[in-house]
């Protein structure tokens, strides 16, 4: 069984910084794609940041320069860094992973989310 277990979330002022983790079980880890994504309340559900197995990193525009999206695969974790948080980054952030393959297809996973909140 699949499981992507978020934490980190939280409460946190203007300017200030959360680091969400996300750990994967089920499946191998390293071999997939793991991206960062958030629901405002009422908004639909944006992709924030990429970490592919190996390659570039994919941030959207909106973060580009304040999150910081790493892989341990040892520990079958993605993070995400977010610095100089603001009150339009409020969501619920979401842990995915996905590949495709020729035999499986796409297989795509999703986290239960957590939610990070920056108010005064």
């Known amino acids: 069984q699949v499981q992507l277990v978020e934490s980190g979330g939280g409460l946190v002022q203007p300017g200030g910084s959360l680091r969400l983790s996300c750990v994967a079980s089920?499946?191998?880890?390293?071999?997939?794609?793991m991206t960062w994504n958030r629901q405002a309340p009422g908004e639909q559900r944006q992709l924030v940041a990429v970490i592919p197995p190996s390659g570039s990193l994919t941030y959207v525009d909106a973060v580009r320069g304040r999150f910081t999206i790493s892989r341990d695969n040892a520990k079958n974790t993605v993070y995400l860094q977010m610095n100089f948080l603001k009150p339009e980054d409020t969501a619920v952030y979401y842990c995915n992973a996905n590949r495709r393959t020729d035999y499986t297809g796409l297989e795509n996973y999703w986290g239960q989310g957590t939610q990070v909140t920056v108010s005064s």
């Open positions: 089920g499946i191998n880890f390293s071999a997939y794609s």
